[in-house]
């Protein structure tokens, strides 16, 4: 069993930055696959980073060249740093994790463990 906690949101001015944090409450060396996801209210749930263990890395083209995903496997941590910021990133923002080596990660629904979230507000 692994315990997700997001931190490091909170209000910024456009063109600002963030870093989140995802601390595992065990080790990440075994983790698959780690993901960010937003979600704005009435919105569907959008991934805006992804990174496999065996080094492939997935964004979308809103966040490409903005966003950057990391581990630090020392720590038991995962980050997601965020440059450039604009207000359209407004959302809470969840990292999910599964262990499974033949987890594609493109479905949010089937991964084994999410944080609880935290809020980015990007405005003036």
């Known amino acids: 069993q692994v315990q997700l906690t997001e931190s490091g949101g909170g209000l910024v001015q456009p063109g600002g930055s963030l870093t989140l944090s995802c601390a595992a409450s065990?080790?990440?060396?075994?983790?698959?696959?780690m993901t960010w996801y937003r979600q704005v209210p009435g919105k569907q749930r959008e991934m805006v980073a992804r990174?496999?263990?065996?080094?492939?890395?997935n964004y979308p083209d809103s966040v490409k060249g903005r966003f950057t995903i990391f581990r630090d496997n020392a720590k038991n941590t995962g980050y997601l740093q965020m440059n450039s910021l604009k207000p359209e990133d407004t959302a809470a923002y969840y990292c999910?994790?599964?262990?499974?080596?033949?987890?594609?990660?493109?479905?949010?629904?089937?991964?084994?463990?999410w944080g609880q979230g935290t809020q980015v507000t990007v405005r003036s």
């Open positions: 999910a994790v599964d262990s499974r080596a033949y987890f594609t990660g493109t479905s949010p629904t089937l991964y084994e463990y």
């Open positions: 065990g080790s990440i060396l075994g983790i698959n696959v």
């Open positions: 990174h496999f263990k065996d080094g492939i890395y």
